[in-house]
């Protein structure tokens, strides 16, 4: 049998090897920019029976940030954090009150903002924040707006 080609290290969509018809392994990729990929299929004894070039456009994705929470211990919404972080790496995030005391501070993209500030839980009202996340490309962005916090 002949040796299965490897997949390349291409860092765009979504590439997809396919070896005996079954779905082996697939690569996301994250860089923003067009690239051009193939597609391999390979039949039960080893052989290419299919090769396709795919051309694509790979935007990074927008990152889902609640507008309000409600810390109020009923397990729904009650902690203030980026909903669909994967691949991305959070940089910084932190929240902070109308006369700028930062209330939260993480790089932990598992955690998030309670609603308390040191062991006292915050008024019901706006709170700023601001997030910086790191794409695997290397570029980082930053977001910045305003939560409400509901008890």
């Not at 860089?31 to 990074?60: P, W």
């Not at 940030?65 to 995030?93: R, Y």
């Not at 009202?125 to 910045?144: H, Q, S, W």
Request: neutral net charge.
């Amino acid at each position: 049998m002949d040796q299965l080609p490897q997949p390349f290290n291409v860092v765009g969509s979504l590439i997809v090897w396919i070896y005996f018809c079954m779905l082996m392994k697939k690569v996301l990729l994250t860089l923003s920019g067009i690239f051009f990929c193939s597609v391999v299929v390979v039949g039960q004894q080893g052989r290419r029976e299919k090769s396709e070039e795919v051309a694509t456009d790979v935007v990074h994705k927008e990152l889902v940030i609640p507008n309000a929470f409600s810390p109020n211990s009923d397990g729904q919404n009650d902690i203030f954090k980026i909903m669909n972080i994967t691949t991305e790496k959070l940089v910084d995030f932190k929240v902070f009150n109308r006369w700028g005391t930062i209330l939260f501070r993480t790089n932990d993209s598992r955690s998030g903002w309670d609603g308390n500030y040191e062991g006292q839980a915050q008024p019901v009202g706006t709170y700023g924040y601001a997030i910086r996340i790191g794409y695997p490309d290397g570029y980082i962005e930053t977001y910045k707006g305003i939560v409400t916090l509901i008890r």
